[in-house]
Every structure is written in C-alpha cells, then in structure tokens.
C-alpha cells in the first residue's frame, strides 16, 4: 500500500505565492504580539501568539480515488484557564467531497455555521470536559477529484469562549486564530516522492527526481510528501522576495499549532529569516561557517516568540526539516535546515556578522514531548511563475 511505505512521519512542502507575513504587530483586534501571514492573498490569522484557537487533524492526509478522510476540529484555550466554552466557525476546502458534517451547513466547497459548545455548572455538579486542546466537531470528506491535487482544509473562527475557572460558570471571550490541514489527492511520485499541484499550478516530470512546476501568475503551489528526512532543491526561473515554512505538529493525536519560519526580502535586497512556534520555549540557532569554527546562539521564548531575526545576504537554495524527540522524551525539537550554493554573509541575532554555507533553527519544547508528529509541512513562495524542484538525495 502507499501509505505504509510512509509510515506515521510525515514531511510536506508547498511552495505558493501571494504571501503576505508582517513581525510587526497586527492591528485589528488580535493583540500586540500576534504575527500574521496568508496563503493565497486571503487575512486569515493562522500563526498568532493568541493562546485561544481552532486546529485541524485528518485520518489521512493521503488520499486515492474513492476514498475519504475524518476532519476533525480541536478547540485550544488559555492554560490557566479550566475549559472550553463555544466557538462558532466555518470550514473551508478547495473542492466539494462533504459527504456528513456534526454540525454546520454543507455548501459547495465548505461547511458554513458550524458551532460547539459545552455547559460548565459547578453549582449543579455539572462540569465541562477540560482538555486542552478539546475535539469539538468532526466530518467525512471525501474529495470529487480524479486529478493530482493538494487541498487545504481551513477551521476560520468568528466567535470563541472559554470558562476561565473550574469554580464559575461564567465564560470570557477570546480572539481565536484559525487552523489549517493539507490534504494530498491523487498525488504523483516523483523519485521517492509524493507530489501534488495546487489550484492553477501545473507539473512537468523531469526525470526519474525533479519535475517543473509553472503557474500563469508568480503563485506557485505545490505539496511534497517523503518518507524521511530529504533535502529540496529549488531554481526559480527569477529571484523569490518570499518564502514561509511551516510545519504543522501534532502531539498523542491532537494538533499543537505550527513551526513557521519566514524569509522576507528587505529595502536592502537581504532577507530576514525569523523563526515562530507558539508552543516553543527555546530557540537555537547553528551557524556552519565556510572557513572557521562554527557558530551557535540559544535564546529563549516567550509565548513562542524568539526575537531571532537573521539576516541574510540572499535566499538558500536547499531546504530540509525534520522532528527530533530526546531520549526521555523530555523535549521535541522542529529543525529546519537550510544550505548556500556559495557562502553567504549572516548577521545572528545578537549581531555576530558570520559567512556561511548553512544554517540550521531548533525550535524545541522542553516539557514532556508525549507522541509527537510532523502532520504537514508547507512552504510559500512569490516573486516566480516557474520553479524547477530536485531531490539531491533521492535513490
């Protein structure tokens, strides 16, 4: 079967333009240290330092013709607070496959109105289940496609609340951020790889390990699946001014939010390389030097957020990620590496001026890791309309 070849680690990467990502402050309601960026031009907050949000996690995120997939919703809420109270959202694909929902309207492509909630009445020995994260709504897709196709399933709250105390029955509101999954449909291989374009890309095998994605637009969307850690070659046919990787986690079968690290081109021509993951409590970053002793920097987090911003001489040419869980499950680290075809200048983020040929980001969670997944990681990218992929150490 296809899937066993894959086993339960599972690496995406989709490459997509139109992106949009700011470390400044977002104004509009979600607080001064939320960060936003979108997919596809849409201002869905999906990264944000909010503890209050919806994610996502499916059955299976590679899908055959005839077969189908359970989405379900888990509802995350502060954790000094005691439950979850009621979230009202919508949920979002890119093709119609809703056979039956536990709540909300079918339509088209998504389900609309769809709403949870759960009483909480100490006074009455009614208590609300306190799970963090809490699965709050479930669905069957099963997507009308014969095509090759990478489709993303997004929860996008309007209203969120939680009970605040285990002693109360009364609920506070809280700005929600949203959640996304990817679904693989139909994918092709490529080499040892899954591939599957988004909407308005087309694919060109190249090979036996490489294949041409183009787009009429410099939105370029393609979804990767591989079975370890493998390194992604990328030769855009015009320099990128963006590029955001993220990877979505999931922690005993729930999902726990995303590593995203993002590289944005600046006034200068250099790019900023900056690293978040909400559920992180240290950063560290490993400089490879070309000549000399190599370099590293830890820092801390607060809420996820590192304050590692790197700047960069020039976007990479490869890029590979993978999970590490210690020993003791102790702690998980998100790595992300990424490597130079030629030395570059770096300056760290305490202001060490280095050149490199590689750099690698450990995100890492220090508390009991439990059983820890990757789900999914997705790249986006702008600024090109033709991309050529190859797998270095593809057999």
């Known amino acids: 079967m296809l899937r066993s070849k894959f086993g339960s ?56 013709p005839g077969e189908s997939t359970t989405i379900d919703v888990w509802a995350r809420f502060p954790a000094d607070g005691y439950a979850f109270a009621s979230s009202e959202f919508d949920i979002s694909t890119g093709l119609p496959g809703w056979a039956q929902v536990s709540d909300g309207v079918i339509a088209d492509t998504g ?23 809490l699965r709050i709504w479930s669905g069957e897709y099963q997507p009308q496609s014969f095509e090759p196709r990478l489709v993303p399933v997004e929860a996008i709250p309007s209203a969120f609340s939680y009970y605040p105390s285990e002693l ?24 040892d790889v899954l591939v599957a374009p988004g909407e308005g890309t087309t694919i060109e095998l190249l090979g036996l390990d490489a294949f041409i994605a183009e787009s009429d637009t410099q939105t370029i969307l393609i979804g990767e699946l591989y079975p370890a850690v493998q390194k ?11 590029l955001t990787v993220e990877v979505g986690m999931q ?3 729930a999902p726990i939010g995303s590593v995203v690290i993002t590289y ?3 006034e200068s021509a250099a790019y ?8 992180a409590d240290a950063y560290e970053f490993r400089f490879s030097q070309a000549a000399g002793v190599d370099y590293s920097l830890k820092l801390k987090s607060t809420e996820g ?91």
């Open 251 to 253: 922690e005993d079968g």
């Open 272 to 279: 900023e390389m900056y690293p978040y993951w909400a559920e």
């Open 305 to 395: 957020d590192g304050d590692g911003s790197v700047w960069l001489e020039r976007m990479p040419n490869t890029f590979s990620g993978e999970l590490r869980v210690g020993a003791q499950a102790d702690q998980a680290r998100a790595v992300s590496r990424v490597e130079f075809d030629r030395p570059v200048r770096a300056i760290a983020p305490d202001g060490t001026v280095l050149k490199v040929d590689a750099i690698e980001v450990h995100a890492v969670r220090l508390h009991d890791a439990g059983q820890i997944q990757v789900t999914g990681q997705a790249c986006e990218a702008t600024g090109a309309d033709r991309v050529v992929w190859s797998y270095p150490d593809s057999p």
């Open 168 to 191: 109360t029955a009364s609920s506070a509101e809280c700005e929600a951020a949203a959640g996304r999954q990817w679904l693989y449909v139909n994918p092709l291989t490529v080499g």
């Open 111 to 133: 389900v609309a109105g769809a709403s949870a909630s759960q009483l909480h009445q100490p006074f009455v020995g009614t208590f609300a289940d306190p799970s963090n994260p």
């Open 264 to 266: 944005t081109q600046l």
């Open 9 to 64: 680690l599972i690496l995406v990467l989709a490459l997509a333009g139109s992106v949009a990502y700011a470390k400044a402050p977002f104004v509009g309601g979600w607080g001064a240290s939320a960060y936003q960026y979108s997919f596809e031009g849409s201002h869905t907050v999906y990264a944000s330092t909010s503890p209050c949000g919806l994610a996502l996690s499916a059955s299976n995120n590679v899908l055959l």
């Open 232 to 242: 992604v070659r990328m030769r855009p046919n015009r320099p990128l001014t963006n």
